[in-house]
C-alpha cells in the first residue's frame, strides 16, 4: 500500500488551523474584491439604465394597486355587514313572531306552549345580542378603512401631480441639456459632425499647401514641367506683349476697314508706310549719280 496519501492525510489532520485560516484569506479576500467590483459596474448600468420618470410611473402604479385593494376591503366588510342586517332583521321578525305565538297560546290557557314559545325567543335574541356585536365591529372597521381609503386617495393624488411635475421637470432638463450639447458640440452627434468637418478642413488645408509648393517648385525650376505647359516669367511676359501688338494690328485694320473700305485701307497703308519712313534716320547717306 503506498503511503503518500496517507501521510498527506495525517500533515493535513496534524496542521495547525491557523495556518489553514491563512491560507484562506487571501481567497476570500480576491473574492469579496471581485464581488464588490462586480457590484459597482451592475449599479452604475442600472444608473445608466434608470429613468425617473419611469420610477415615478411604477410608484404611482403601485400605489393605485394598493388603494384599489383597500377599496375592495372596505366593499368586502360593507358587503360583511349587510349580510349581518339582513341576519338580524330576520331574527328580529322570528323573535316578533315567537313572541305573538306565546301570547295567543298563553290566551288559549296553553302555558306550555307558551313557554316553549318564549324559549326559542329568548335564544334568538342572544344570536341577536351576538350579531349586533358583530355588526358594530364590522361597521367600525368600514369606517376605519374608509378613512384609510379617502387618506390613502389624497396621497396618491398629490404624488401624480408631485410625480406630473418631477416628470415635466426632467423632460424640460434633458431638453435644455441636448440643445446645450449641441450648440457646444460635445454631444455625440454633433461630435461626430465636428469632427467630420476638422478633417475635412485639415485634407483641404493640406491639399492647398501641396498645390502652392508644386507651382514654387515649378516656377523656380526645381522641377520639370513634363506636359510642358508650364512657362517662366519672362517667356509669359513676351507672350502678354505679342498678344497685345496682335491685337492693336487688328484694331487699326478694323478701323481702316470701317472709315473707307478699300481706299481706306489703302490710305492707311500707305499712311502706315509713310509713318515707318518717317522713322528712319535721317542721316542715311545718299548716293548723287554723277
Not at 143 to 159: C, G, N, S, Y
Request: aromatic share 2%; hydrophobic share 35%; proline share 2%.
Amino acid at each position: 500500500m503506498d503511503a503518500g496519501p496517507v501521510l498527506w492525510v495525517l500533515s493535513q489532520k496534524c496542521e495547525p488551523e491557523s495556518v489553514r485560516r491563512g491560507r484562506a484569506k487571501p481567497m476570500s479576500g480576491v473574492m469579496k474584491r471581485m464581488g464588490m467590483i462586480f457590484r459597482a459596474k451592475a449599479n452604475k448600468a442600472l444608473d445608466r439604465a434608470e429613468d425617473p420618470r419611469e420610477t415615478l410611473d411604477y410608484s404611482y402604479q403601485k400605489q393605485l394597486e394598493l388603494l384599489q385593494k383597500v377599496r375592495r376591503g372596505v366593499a368586502d366588510v360593507a358587503t360583511s355587514r349587510k349580510r349581518l342586517e339582513l341576519q338580524l332583521n330576520q331574527l328580529q321578525s322570528q323573535s316578533s313572531k315567537l313572541e305573538d305565538q306565546g301570547r295567543k297560546a298563553l290566551a288559549l290557557g296553553r302555558e306550555d306552549l307558551a313557554r316553549e314559545a318564549l324559549s326559542r325567543r329568548a335564544a334568538l335574541q342572544q344570536q341577536v345580542t351576538d350579531l349586533e356585536t358583530q355588526h358594530s365591529t364590522l361597521q367600525g372597521e368600514e369606517e376605519k378603512l374608509t378613512l384609510a381609503a379617502q387618506r390613502l386617495q389624497a396621497k396618491v393624488d398629490a404624488f401624480r401631480t408631485k410625480k406630473e411635475t418631477i416628470k415635466a421637470t426632467y423632460t424640460a432638463a434633458q431638453a435644455q441639456t441636448r440643445i446645450g450639447e449641441a450648440f457646444s458640440g460635445i454631444s455625440e452627434e454633433m461630435g461626430d459632425v465636428g469632427l467630420a468637418i476638422q478633417r475635412a478642413e485639415d485634407k483641404t488645408a493640406q491639399l492647398q499647401a501641396r498645390a502652392g509648393a508644386i507651382d514654387e517648385l515649378l516656377a523656380s525650376g526645381a522641377l520639370d514641367d513634363q506636359s510642358g505647359m508650364h512657362k517662366d516669367d519672362i517667356q509669359a511676359e513676351l507672350d502678354r506683349l505679342s498678344g497685345g501688338t496682335d491685337v492693336e494690328l487688328e484694331l487699326q485694320r478694323m478701323k481702316a476697314e470701317l472709315a473707307g473700305g478699300p481706299s481706306g485701307e489703302k490710305q492707311a497703308i500707305e499712311g502706315g508706310s509713310e509713318q515707318s519712313q518717317a522713322q528712319q534716320p535721317q542721316d542715311t547717306p545718299r548716293f548723287d549719280k554723277q
